[in-house]
Nanobody, 122 residues
Framework: QVQLVESGGGLVQAGGSLRLSCAAS????????VGWFRQAPGKEREFVAA????????YYADSVLGRFTISRDNVKNTVYLQMNSLKPEDTAVYYC???????????????WGQGTQVTVSS
């Protein structure tokens, strides 16, 4: 089992940057692929980014490719999402997710955090 707690959200102006963190508990965290999703008001939750257990393979939604970077530190049991060149349409609650299967974490991960709000003002 793994538990996930996000932090780092907040209010930022368009063009700015934020780094989200996701602290994971559980001694087997290194075995999990991890991902980030987001949900804007009135919209369905959508995939943002994912990486495999070692961080060597990454996958991004087209909407964030080139602006967001996912990374992980398996010593600290933490996943990061560096968000640059933020746009108002990036405003959403961002969720950290994990799953033992990389192919599953991009769609229906088995473990979720509670989310952190990101608001980008124009």
């Amino acid at each position: 089992q793994v538990q996930l707690v996000e932090s780092g959200g907040g209010l930022v102006q368009a063009g700015g940057s934020l780094r989200l963190s996701c602290a994971a508990s559980g001694r087997t965290f290194n075995n999990y692929a991890v991902g980030w999703f987001r949900q804007a008001p009135g919209k369905e939750r959508e995939f943002v980014a994912a990486c495999n257990w070692g961080g060597s393979s990454q996958y991004y939604a087209d909407s964030v490719l080139g602006r967001f970077t996912i990374s992980r530190d398996n010593v600290k049991n933490t996943v990061y999402l560096q968000m640059n060149s933020l746009k108002p349409e990036d405003t959403a609650v961002y969720y950290c997710a994990a799953d033992l299967q990389y192919g599953t974490v991009v769609a229906t991960p088995g473990h979720w955090g509670q989310g952190t709000q990101v608001t980008v003002s124009s």
